[in-house]
């Protein structure tokens, strides 16, 4: 499954920025594919993996502010031979947009 997620502390004294950082890496020591940009973080994995991940940021971000905010998408496609389909289908894409166009 690929989860897009943004997830900041509310609330609190400290720059969201340092907060969002220290997700952001447990994010990477995580393993998991992943990968950042400008509005969220996308990961690959099992459920279990994203649950205890998803909670690592939450618990983070719980020591900079007493409120947490967490956006999620989820694709879940389940069944064999659905792996690596985070660079899939970015390389998927950019394949498309590589080819010439009628017109």
């Given at each position: 499954m690929i989860v897009a997620f943004s997830v900041a502390p509310v609330g609190g004294q400290h720059h969201v920025g340092d907060a969002v950082a220290e997700c952001i890496r447990a994010v990477r020591?995580?393993?998991?594919?992943?990968?950042?940009?400008?509005?969220?973080?996308?990961?690959?994995?099992?459920?279990?993996?994203?649950?205890?991940?998803?909670?690592?940021?939450?618990?983070?971000?719980e020591r900079h502010a007493p409120r947490v905010s967490l956006v999620m998408k989820l694709d879940h496609h389940p069944g064999a031979g659905h792996e690596h389909t985070l660079a899939y289908k970015v390389g998927r894409i950019e394949a498309a947009l590589d080819e010439p166009t009628d017109g």
């Open positions: 020591e995580s393993g998991l594919p992943n990968e950042t940009n400008a509005m969220f973080t996308n990961v690959e994995g099992e459920w279990d993996e994203i649950a205890a991940l998803m909670k690592r940021c939450i618990d983070i971000c």
